[in-house]
C-alpha cells in the first residue's frame, strides 16, 4: 500500500444534485489516507447526509482504506462508550498490540475486560494509539453518523481523537444535524454544510425515482418538500399510489407517511411559537403540522376545533391566504392575535379582547 489512496475515477455512486458535495468528500478521503483530517457534514434531517457517508465509505472501501463505522443511537446515548465499542469492534485483535496502560484502560472502557475505569485522558489516548497503530500498515477512514446520539464519554473521546490526527493516515467524517450542537462544534474541526436540492435536482430525483408521476404532481412535490431529498421520495411515493391513481390533481392537502411526520416534527422541535419565525420555512411546516392534524381527525369522524395561536403575523400575504383558505374550511376556529389586522378576513367572526386579565366581547 502506498501513502496516497488512489481512488477509483467518477464518484462511487450516482447522487442526485450532490456531484460537488461528493467530489469534495472523496477529495477529504483520499488527502485523509495520505495525513489525516477530519470533517463534519451537517444539514438539517432528510437532506442526505447518511447518503453522502454511505459514498465516501464507497470509495474508500475501492481504495483500499479500512472502514470504521459507527452511528449513534437514542436509546443507548446514556451507556458510557456504546458508541465507541461499535466503533472499535473490528480492532479488538489489536488491542495487544497497545501499551499494558492503554490496553488496560481501552478493555475496561469497551466492557471487554473487568477493572477499576480509567480517566478519560488515558483512554482517549489509547484509543488515538489504536488508530495510528492500525494505519500503519493500512489508512483508516473513521465515519460516524447521527452523531449528537453519541454517548457522552464517546463523544468526549472522539472530539479529543478528531483534533490529533495530522500526520496519521486516519480520517474521521461524522455527520450531525445543523440544529443540534455535538462536541465537534468548538474543535475547530472543518465543516461542510449539506443544503437543500435547487429546484432542477429535485425534480430530476422525483423523475428518476417515479417516472410515472405526471407533471402537476411532480411540481407539487418539488414546492412543498423545498429540496430535501427525504421529503421529496416519500411525498412522490405517497402520490404515486392507487388511491391517487385516477386524480387528475393533486390534494389540498398532501398526506403525511410516518417519516414524513418525524422529519417535520423534528424540523419544529422544541421552539416556543414565536421562535418559528427566525427559522424560515419551519414556521410554515408547524401550521401544516397543525392542519393535517386537523384533517386526520376529520377524516375518522371528528370536528374538531382548529387553534391558531397568533400566526398569521409571521407569515406573507400569500401564505397568511392559503392558511386561510384552508383553515376556513374547519366549522370551528378559534384564532388568537395581537393585531387584529393581521387576521385574514375570510376568519373574522365574534371577536373577543383580552385586556388586564379581562375578557370581553367586542363591539
Do not use: C
Not at 461499535?86 to 495487544?96: A, F, K, V
Request: proline fraction near 6%.
Amino acid at each position: 500500500m502506498t501513502d496516497a489512496a488512489i481512488l477509483p475515477p467518477g464518484p462511487p455512486k450516482t447522487l442526485v444534485g450532490r456531484q460537488v458535495d461528493v467530489e469534495l468528500i472523496r477529495s477529504f478521503v483520499v488527502r485523509a489516507a495520505a495525513e489525516g483530517g477530519a470533517i463534519l457534514v451537517s444539514g438539517e434531517p432528510g437532506v442526505g447526509k447518511s447518503v453522502l457517508l454511505d459514498a465516501a465509505a464507497e470509495a474508500a472501501a475501492a481504495a483500499g482504506i479500512r472502514i470504521l463505522r459507527a452511528a449513534g443511537v437514542e436509546f443507548e446515548a446514556s451507556v458510557s462508550f456504546s458508541a465507541l465499542n461499535q466503533l472499535l469492534i473490528p480492532l479488538h485483535d489489536r488491542l495487544e498490540e497497545l501499551a499494558p496502560a492503554h490496553r488496560e484502560a481501552l478493555s475496561v472502557a469497551l466492557g471487554l475486560d473487568d477493572g477499576p475505569p480509567s480517566d478519560r485522558l488515558t483512554v482517549s489516548s489509547a484509543v488515538l494509539a489504536l488508530l495510528r497503530e492500525a494505519a500503519a500498515t493500512r489508512p483508516v477512514l473513521v465515519i460516524i453518523d447521527d452523531l449528537p446520539w453519541a454517548d457522552r464519554s464517546s463523544a468526549v473521546v472522539l472530539g479529543f481523537v478528531a483534533r490529533r490526527l495530522a500526520g496519521s493516515r486516519v480520517g474521521f467524517l461524522a455527520a450531525s444535524r445543523s440544529d443540534q450542537e455535538s462536541f465537534l462544534d468548538r474543535t475547530g474541526v472543518a465543516r461542510h454544510e449539506l443544503l437543500p436540492l435547487d429546484d432542477t435536482a429535485a425534480s430530476r430525483l422525483v423523475s428518476d425515482h417515479f417516472p410515472a408521476l405526471g407533471p402537476e404532481f411532480r411540481q407539487r412535490v418539488v414546492a412543498e418538500a423545498q429540496g430535501n431529498p427525504l421529503a421529496l421520495l416519500e411525498l412522490a411515493a405517497v402520490l404515486s399510489g392507487p388511491q391517487h391513481a385516477l386524480s387528475r390533481r393533486p390534494p389540498t392537502i398532501l398526506p403525511l407517511t410516518r417519516r414524513l411526520q418525524d422529519l417535520f416534527a423534528s424540523r419544529v422541535g422544541d421552539l416556543p411559537a414565536r421562535g418559528y419565525a427566525s427559522h424560515g420555512e419551519s414556521w410554515s411546516l408547524a401550521l401544516a403540522l397543525r392542519l393535517a392534524a386537523f384533517w386526520l381527525l376529520r377524516a375518522d369522524g371528528e370536528d374538531p376545533i382548529l387553534l391558531l395561536d397568533d400566526v398569521f403575523a409571521e407569515l406573507d400575504a400569500g401564505r397568511r391566504d392559503r392558511f386561510a383558505e384552508l383553515a376556513g374550511e374547519a366549522e370551528q376556529v378559534l384564532v388568537t392575535a395581537a393585531v387584529t389586522a393581521d387576521v385574514p378576513a375570510r376568519l373574522h367572526g365574534t371577536e373577543f379582547t383580552v385586556a388586564e386579565g379581562a375578557i370581553a366581547r367586542a363591539a
